[in-house]
Structure formats: C-alpha cells, structure tokens
C-alpha cells in the first residue's frame, strides 16, 4: 500500500511542478509562501520515498509532518487567490467554503482544484499508512 500512497504523493507532485512552472510563467506575488509550499512539499516527497525503501516508520511520520506543514502553506495560497476572487472580506472559513464552490463551479483552473482537493488524499493516505506501520 505504501507504494500507492508514493504513486498519489508523485501524481500530486508532477501537478504541483505544473502549477509552479506556470506561477514562475507570471511572476505571481506571495514568492516566500509558494517557495515554503514547495519546498516543504519535496522534502515531504522524499521523506516518503525513504520510507518506502528503508521500512522504517519514523520516515513515514516526518513525512506527514511535513505535508501537515505544507499543506498549511498550500492552503494560504488557496485562500489568498479566493479572496482575490472577491472574498476579501470574508472569514477563513467562509473564505475555505468560498473556494470549494469556486472549484466545484469551475471558477478555479482545473490544476488548481485538482491539486488542492488530491491533496487530502495524499494527506489522509498517508496518515493511515502510518498509524497502520506504527501500530502493526
């Protein structure tokens, strides 16, 4: 299972290369956020990839933390471009129901969406993964 869980992390991955290849395209501002998203993210990655080869579960953990972290990060984008939108105004959490209509509606580019709702995916996967290494 744990090479599925690798599989989901490179597809979220090869889509999150495409969102910052575009980023970079457009000179987007927020640079330390996407930057700290990022690197996160591929330290996140190769935490993953260690586990995976070595069968040590600490790696898996130091992966989820990473992406914890990430995925917070990853989330400020989000909601930044959300607010952008129109929500400027609104709280984080009308702010996180703005978003999820806007993907839903189609507001958001397909990457966009995709990357943010896989996300959890990759997230949730990862963390039964490691509960079920730990334990077992």
Known sequence: MSYVVLVAWLVQAAVGVL?????????????????????????????????????????????????????????????????AMGGSHLSTVNAYKLAIRSMFKGRLPVRVSFHAMFAGVVYFSTLAICIVATVG
């Open 19 to 83: 969102l910052l290849t575009g980023w970079l395209g457009h000179g987007r501002a927020h640079p330390r956020v996407v930057v700290t998203h990022v690197v996160l993210s591929v330290l996140g990655v190769a935490s993953w990839i260690t586990y995976v080869l070595a069968d040590q579960v600490l790696w898996a953990w130091a992966a989820l933390l990473l992406i914890t972290i990430g995925n917070g990060f990853g989330d400020n984008i989000l909601l930044r471009r959300t607010r």
